[in-house]
């Protein structure tokens, strides 16, 4: 195997309008596509939880054609089930943002009333902290 780099990261959300507001509004993402698509067939069925006819699904990037990115998805008039991980639990349990000015982020994401999970990372350092997303997933955000 000759990997690359990873493509994407992909979440599913109960109100992609909602998580927007963080990720985009908050965060400063940028959206390049957000589409609906059809999961009935395809072996999509196989992947999923629960019977599924489509998705809504947003692709975000930190700037124009960047790597990694980010699709979330949801499933319009459909109910999204399940709780978000902790950071000791299987499963991933969280994303970490690189910024360039930790302490500007802090006040722009209090000052966007942003409920922070902790203020200082694992180690126990003010090198990162976290946050929630609107489903209450744990985003970090570390000193670049």
Do not use: W
């Not at 299987?90 to 942003?114: C, E, P, Q, W, Y």
């Amino acid at each position: 195997m000759d990997c690359v780099n990873v493509s994407h990261i992909a979440f599913c959300v109960r109100d992609i309008d909602e998580s927007l507001k963080f990720y985009r509004d908050i965060v400063g993402m940028i959206v390049d596509f957000d589409r609906v698509q059809d999961t009935t067939g395809g072996g999509l069925p196989a992947i999923y939880a629960h019977s599924r006819n489509n998705r809504r699904q947003v692709r975000l990037r930190f700037a124009e054609d960047a790597d990694p990115h980010f699709i979330m998805t949801t499933h319009p008039d459909d109910v999204v089930d399940g709780e978000p991980i902790k950071l000791d639990q299987i499963g991933i349990s969280h994303f970490s943002f690189s910024m360039k000015d930790l302490s500007a982020t802090r006040k722009h994401l209090t000052d966007n009333g942003v409920k922070f999970a902790s203020e200082m990372n694992a180690a126990g350092t003010d090198s990162s902290f976290f946050v929630y997303d609107p489903d209450g997933m744990i985003v970090q955000f570390d000193q670049a």
